[in-house]
């Protein structure tokens, strides 16, 4: 597959929702998608789900769409096949992993479409539908916290994922979990805002029959996450400690993690993601796919990477009315508290008419052979 052009297309969206994690608040953010065209016509769709504000795994929303322009071009002249790309050895770059999930994501869409296939055939997996849990912020006050959960629920979600940060997290846990009962699912989420000196206050999250803790600790604290894995009942998660396949392998090691969310765009593509569910699932160990605030573009993507059977645990992407009250692509829509996957060859979903229209649309051409 050899591409002729790069297109990207910028969309400022508002959340319906303002997102609070222990990293700060979400009120809005601006779709990075990217178009790739093939010499032959197909076009694939990516999107650059770096946040704004906030450096994660070295970049932040502006930075990342610098590296989306200098990588862009490396796709021209060569022969391209989305599942070479790894993030670490094809590009000849290092880091801007966001920028680089971007491209190899938008280069599987057109090679799963030029083929007549979905996405989540041509990355090894079959159609399912996919049970999304849903993500309930940090609240200041733990009766927004439980009325927020009581909402998800009505809304048909049968998995909460809860936000913590230190002072907003064993009483708003209780809270919840008297709200939802004791069958239900339900985990939480510290973005790695705890040190290790919170080891014993961490224990106390064992009273509550969670499906995990989160990412507890910063990403670098590899071995406090293994000393907390080996003395909790709560099985412990990791999310941004694992960006390099490495990463992925040290932390099995050294019995860091029970459970991993992989998100593709922080380990830079789908290939990638594709390896580290391999390993995974050879060494029994429970996944997820995360999400990071998606549009339609990204969300489609990761559902069909969510559809492999190694990822055995809920994914936390939600429906697009969860984030957004006009979503750029056909919305995806909670039904008997389960997603489907678009049919159509590749990620089934493309950007609707208004997002060309829209004024605010910023619209360049990053490469053309
Ligand atoms: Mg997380």
Redesign the pocket.
């Known amino acids: 597959m050899r591409i002729a052009e790069v297109t990207s297309v910028r969309v400022p969206m508002s959340l319906v929702d303002p997102l609070r ?1 222990s990293h700060g608040v979400h009120a809005s953010r601006t779709a990075s998608l990217v178009r790739v065209t093939t010499v032959d016509g197909a076009v694939g769709w990516g999107e650059d789900v770096a946040p704004a504000g906030v450096t994660y795994v070295g970049e932040d929303a502006a930075a990342s769409f610098g590296s989306l322009m200098r990588h862009a071009p490396l796709l021209g002249g060569r022969e391209v096949h989305p599942g070479e790309m790894n993030a670490d050895s094809w590009w000849g770059t290092q880091g801007s992993r966001f920028a680089k999930h971007a491209l190899e994501s938008a280069a599987w869409d057109a090679f799963a479409r030029s083929h007549g296939l979905a996405l989540v055939r041509a990355l090894g997996g079959e159609p399912r539908p996919v049970t999304p849990g849903v993500v309930v912020g940090v609240h200041d006050d733990i009766a927004d916290t439980v009325v927020a959960v009581r909402r998800r629920v009505a809304e048909g979600y049968r998995r909460v ?1 809860l936000k913590i940060e230190p002072g907003r997290d064993i009483d708003a846990v209780r809270a919840v979990r008297a709200e939802l009962g004791p069958g239900f699912a339900l985990q939480v ?3 790695g805002a705890y040190s290790p000196d919170d080891f014993a206050h961490l224990l106390l999250l064992d009273e509550f029959a969670l499906q995990f803790v ?2 507890p600790f910063a990403a670098h604290e590899l071995q406090a996450h293994a000393e907390l894995a080996r003395r909790a009942s709560t099985p412990v ?1 990791l ?2 400690s694992i960006v390099t396949h490495d990463d992925l392998l040290r932390a099995i090691d050294t019995g860091a993690c029970s459970v991993v ?1 992989v ?1 593709p765009s922080r380990v830079g593509g789908l290939a990638d993601a594709v390896a580290m569910h391999a390993v995974l699932r050879d060494a029994g160990i429970d996944a997820w796919v ?1 999400g990071m605030l998606e549009t339609g573009i990204g969300r489609a993507s990761c559902l069909a990477l969510a559809a492999l059977p190694g990822f055995t645990l809920t994914t ?1 992407l939600g429906a697009s009315g969860r984030y957004f009250a006009r979503d750029v692509t056909e919305p995806f829509v909670l039904r008997d508290g389960v997603l489907t996957l678009p049919e159509g060859p590749g990620t089934g979903v493309e950007p609707l008419p208004w997002v060309f229209d829209d004024p605010a649309t910023v619209i360049e051409t990053l490469f053309r052979a």
């Open positions: 994690t994922k989420d510290a973005n989160e990412q998660c999310d941004e969310n998100k995360g936390d």
